[in-house]
């Protein structure tokens, strides 16, 4: 089994839809956690960080994270076009940087 | 700034010969990562390095592998001799800090024949 667990997709919604993205994990000694988001043949970029369980809110972007149930949530209201991407989720023990366990990613695709 | 550099961007090569890629990471950063990314496994850590300093090799798959950084501003990953399924897009990333955000450098994509 994998530390991370991430649904590959893809997904498919039309535009204006709210997105839901998911990753389960097996460690309960992370911390932080990451999501990022990875144009085709681009590099990930950061997109939402938060530390332990709670809600963190970015425009139409929310993290949320449910440490009792190791469940990790990125929700995206209003989608667009340009949210057409794969979605990395991505964990460490301590804080941002160092030894990051990525999920395998899931591909979104918003369409007109 | 220009963001990490990598290159080659491409690299074509058969099986048995060696191949190197490298990495410039955005200046002022003291950590820089090596990844792996394929559609089975993913993205995954293969090395890592403070101040030039490798910190943490235990993602590199075999001894085919080795990476160096001679200077804050260029590290290189070489894989000798090259196999087929070491095809994958190879990621270079860069922090300030430990708990800083990494920044992902454009990849290069390896295919062995």
């Known amino acids: 089994q994998k530390e991370v667990e991430q649904d590959p997709g893809p997904l498919s919604v039309p535009e204006g839809a709210i997105v839901s993205l998911n990753c389960t994990y097996s460690?309960?000694?992370?911390?932080?956690f990451m999501w990022y988001r990875q144009y085709s043949r681009k590099g990930p970029e950061l997109l939402m960080y938060t530390y332990s369980s709670g809600n963190k809110e970015d425009g139409r972007f929310t993290a949320q994270v449910d440490k009792s149930s190791k469940y990790i949530s990125l929700f995206i209201r209003d989608s667009q076009p340009s949210d057409s991407a794969t979605y990395l989720c991505a964990m460490s023990f301590t804080g941002g940087g160092n030894k990051l366990t990525f999920g395998t990613g899931t591909q979104l695709k918003v369409e007109l | 700034d220009a963001g990490v550099i990598q290159s080659p961007r491409h690299e074509v090569t058969e099986m048995g010969q060696e191949v190197t890629l490298r990495c410039k990471p955005i200046?002022?950063?003291?950590?820089l990562f090596w990844y792996r990314q394929t559609m089975m496994r993913g993205l995954e850590l293969l090395i890592y390095?403070?101040?030039?300093?490798?910190?943490?090799d235990s993602g590199m798959p075999e001894d085919r592998f080795s990476a160096k950084m001679p200077n804050a501003s260029f590290s290189t990953l070489k894989i000798q001799p090259s196999e087929p399924r070491d095809s994958a897009v190879y990621f270079c990333?860069?922090?300030?800090?430990?708990?800083?955000?990494?920044?992902f450098g454009p990849g290069t994509r390896l295919t062995v024949l």
């Open positions: 200046s002022g950063h003291d950590y």
């Open positions: 460690n309960s000694a992370f911390q932080y």
């Open positions: 390095f403070n101040n030039n300093v490798p910190i943490d």
């Open positions: 990333a860069s922090s300030r800090a430990p708990d800083d955000t990494q920044y």
